[in-house]
């Protein structure tokens, strides 16, 4: 079979796509992947605050019935298989950006899947926010908002850029998925070439640049976290 | 003046304060010490309403905290401040950052902020600190710098929630040297939470004894010191069971306290025999010397008269800065 696939004629087709394409689908995974996450966390990350603060012995109490709904809608949305809530989704794509179909468009059930995802992991960042700082502002005055905005988020910093480091490269993964119901990127290139027309050469490049992402992602998302943790010094 | 009258607080079955009344004047040092579980955080606790008393009020110049306002109770807080064991600062922020957090909580403009968060700073000798982070600080420099944040809004009590406790005694000193000219230059009423004896002995004026949720004795801490009635003031005045050694006839005892003392030159039980020709016997002792400094304290048992008592005490005094108290004959 390797015989096939590292061909001279084999190889020459690999390079040619890979010029031709590449570098777009590359573009357009990265752009996917980075849009996506940043919607996935303006939605999610109020949410985390709302999972973290909500409870009954939170700083921000909600009532009882409001926290355990808000709590079961995000089960639920993580519970339903990336694949499957990417077609369910699609009425409300094309209402939105006009077509279910291509890069742009995939970017809705991107961000409908993963920020129930980011909200969970947001609440585990804030959750780790040792409670004797929460409990020491309050008792210089501060308001259950001042908590969130001046002793929450900014003590969870580190640990909520880890944590987005997680998410964006889960939600490139997701993005790769995507090519299955018409996104665009590495992912399509992957599925085009290697599934449909047995190219496999090139589904293996396609592949080895969506771990290359990952590891970038990875490798940017830890130094960044250490850098903004003051504990570190 | 706080006023706490006949406070309990009950947690689901956990009766941790028992109709508890204290009365602090403004410009005391208010020790309130007792063992681990006793209910001393619960009962600091109430007199900023973090924790809301199960029955029972808190007044502050008169005002019954328990009739505020969520909102009327965030400025009662700016009036008492408070700091903690683990100084709990928020680590993301510069230790000026830190002194300035309460003052952006009123809406204090940031240069103003600052520039008052500096003096706090030098008040509390860590003017060259500002652009440190807590991580870089040690555990007696970072409590100056609560210290100074507890001061940011001008309060007119800080509350101290085992301090010290986390610091070794030389740092345990020092803090306490700062607590007590805050209290005399500031003129800010200090209530102290303790279960250390030799802090109340360092720096308070008034004491009350909390055991089980009771307060077992309250008043001044010479009298409680040199002579403790109840069952938990003596374990605590006598940690050791010191009293269990049987006095002798004629025998008295004297409680040396050492706070910092220069002692360590001196041998001070044999130039006491060697010089006034009087014979002690160390009937208890827990000393710490640290960086040629001794912390702690000795019970000595010295027979003979009165006067051979008192020239002893004078002796000892003279030998550096040590803390003389009798213990009382009825004390066992
Ligand atoms: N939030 C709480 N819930 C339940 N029990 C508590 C709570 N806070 C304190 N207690 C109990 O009240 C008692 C007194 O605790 P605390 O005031 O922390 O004592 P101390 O500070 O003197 O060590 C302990 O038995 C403790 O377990
Ligand atoms: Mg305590």
Redesign the pocket.
């Known amino acids: 079979m390797f015989n096939n696939v590292f061909s001279p004629e084999k190889i020459a087709e690999a390079l040619d796509i890979f010029v031709t394409e590449f570098p777009l689908a590359t573009w357009e995974t990265f752009y996917v992947t980075f849009v996506a996450t940043l919607f996935a966390v303006v939605i999610g990350l109020p949410i985390g605050v709302i999972l973290a603060t909500g409870d009954k012995k939170g700083v921000l109490p909600l009532p009882g019935w409001l926290y355990r709904v808000i709590n079961i809608i995000i089960n639920l949305l993580r519970s339903v298989p990336f694949l499957i809530l990417m077609i369910l989704v699609v009425p409300f794509t094309r209402l939105i950006v006009g077509t279910s179909i291509g890069t742009v468009a995939s970017i809705v059930p991107l961000v409908i899947a993963s920020f129930p995802f980011v909200a969970r992991l947001c609440e585990s960042s804030f959750r780790e926010v040792n409670h004797d700082l929460i409990e020491t502002a309050e008792s210089m005055g501060s308001s259950p908002f001042q908590i969130i905005i001046k002793v929450l988020v900014p003590e969870s910093v580190p640990s909520l850029i880890s944590n987005m480091t997680i998410a964006i490269t889960t939600i490139l993964g997701y993005s790769a998925m995507s090519a299955a119901i018409g996104g665009g990127g590495l992912g399509k290139i992957a599925i085009n070439y290697g599934y449909y027309r047995y190219k496999t050469l090139v589904m293996f490049i396609a592949v080895i640049f969506l771990i290359l992402l990952v590891q970038l992602f990875q490798t940017i998302g830890d130094k960044l976290a250490k850098k903004a943790d003051k504990r570190l010094l | 003046m706080i006023e706490i009258r006949n406070l309990s ?1 009950t ?2 079955s ?4 028992k109709n508890v009344s204290i009365t602090i004047e403004d410009g005391d040092i208010f020790g309130i010490i ?12 109430t007199i900023n309403m973090l ?1 809301k008393p199960t029955d029972g009020t808190v007044l502050i110049d008169g005002v019954d905290l328990s009739l505020l306002s969520k909102k009327e109770l965030r400025e009662v807080r700016r009036n008492v401040t408070m700091i903690f064991q683990h100084f709990n600062l928020l680590q993301q922020r510069t230790c000026l950052k830190n002194v300035c957090f309460p003052l952006e909580l009123i809406g204090v403009k940031k240069d103003e902020a600052e520039k008052k968060a500096m003096e706090l700073l030098t008040l509390v000798g860590l003017p060259d600190k500002a652009d440190s982070y807590p991580s870089q600080l040690s555990g007696g420099q970072q409590q100056r710098v609560a210290i100074a944040r507890a001061l940011a809004t001008n309060p007119k009590v800080l509350l101290c ?2 301090a010290t406790s986390a610091l070794d005694p030389k740092t345990t000193a020092q803090i306490l040297e700062l607590i007590r000219k805050i209290n005399k230059e500031l003129n800010i009423t200090v209530v102290v ?1 303790t ?1 250390q004896m030799s802090v109340v002995e360092d720096v308070c004026n008034k004491v009350a004894i ?1 055991d089980q ?1 009771e307060v077992k004795e309250q008043g001044l801490v010479t009298d409680i010191f040199s002579s403790p009635k109840s069952a938990a003031a003596k374990r605590l005045v006598f940690p050791d069971g010191a009293s269990s050694i049987e006095r002798g006839e004629n025998e008295h005892r004297i409680r040396l306290i050492f706070n910092g003392s220069d002692t360590t030159n001196t041998p001070m039980i044999a130039k006491l025999a060697m010089e006034c020709g009087i014979a002690a016997n160390i009937i208890a002792a827990n000393t710490k010397v640290i960086e040629g400094d001794t912390y702690g304290y000795m019970v000595l048992g010295i027979t003979g008269t009165h006067e051979t008592l008192g020239r002893a005490v004078d002796f000892i005094k003279s030998t550096g800065k040590i803390e003389v108290m009798e213990v009382p004959d009825d004390v066992q």
């Open positions: 607080k947690f689901d956990v009766e941790a304060l007792g063992m681990s579980g006793a209910g001393k955080s619960t009962l600091v606790r924790e929630d085992e939470i279960h909390l949720g």
